[in-house]
């Protein structure tokens, strides 16, 4: 049977939040305070402009509309920064051999990121050509924990959202997988992802057999 497979980008494939709390926190710096990497994890899977209100809420600070425009690109300049020294040692471990099985079985494969350097940093790191289709955050309107740009992943790789399954490592996505009516497994902390349908600490914890079964539900 053919099933669709998939993957939210950081947090799941490469640890892209390191560079983007770098960024959010030097333009935090240069207004002039600061946050912590608790609420950092508040940011994960949450799309850029969303990420911003919360940032400038915690300084209490407000900005004119021009401003915040503003601050995206200087944020986003920074991080690009980053992602441009990227490369495939950033891969998160046995991302490609989960890739390469599925590809093997004859799967459906996508992306279903927030992020609108999804493709970018797929290249960098080389594992553009394992997708089958790519949705972020250029193609949806509603960001996690809305549906859609898992229901749009599942519509481009021609599967049914009760024949796929979600890769997550944030509470949004996970929740929006589960409103796809699709399979999510968290990636990450039991504690923090317990409304996924299975949770692993990462892809090494993952078997062949696991997948098999996930082919054949
Ligand atoms: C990622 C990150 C978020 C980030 C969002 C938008 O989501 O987890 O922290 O704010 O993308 O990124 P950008 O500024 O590059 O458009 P995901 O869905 O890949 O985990
Ligand atoms: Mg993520």
Not at 185 to 191: H, K, W, Y
Request: aromatic share 8%.
């Amino acid at each position: 049977k053919r099933k669709g497979f998939i993957f939210d980008l950081d947090g799941v494939i490469v640890d892209t939040a390191k560079y983007h709390f770098l960024a959010w926190k030097n333009l935090a710096h240069s207004m002039g305070f600061d946050f912590t990497e608790t609420q950092n994890e508040q940011l994960k899977g949450v799309s850029r402009v969303d990420s911003l209100n919360k940032i400038l809420a915690w300084g209490n600070t407000t900005v004119s509309e021009d401003k915040f425009q503003a601050l995206m690109t200087l944020k986003n300049d920074e991080y690009l920064g980053y992602i441009d020294k990227m490369n495939d040692s950033e891969i998160l471990i046995d991302v490609p051999k989960v890739l390469d099985f599925l590809k093997q079985n004859n799967q459906g494969i996508a992306l279903g990121s927030a992020s609108k350097n999804a493709r970018r940093i797929l290249e960098k790191v080389k594992l553009i050509s394992k997708f089958d289709a790519i949705v972020d955050g250029n193609d949806v309107s509603k960001a996690k924990p809305d549906p859609e740009v898992f229901l749009n992943a599942a519509s481009a790789i021609t599967c049914d959202p009760k024949d796929c399954v979600v890769f997550e490592d944030s509470v949004a996505g996970v929740q929006a997988a589960n409103r796809a009516n699709m399979i999510s497994i968290g990636i990450g902390s039991r504690a923090v992802l317990h409304e996924a349908d299975y949770v692993f600490n990462d892809f090494s914890e993952i078997s062949e057999g696991f997948i098999k079964e996930l082919i054949n539900q």
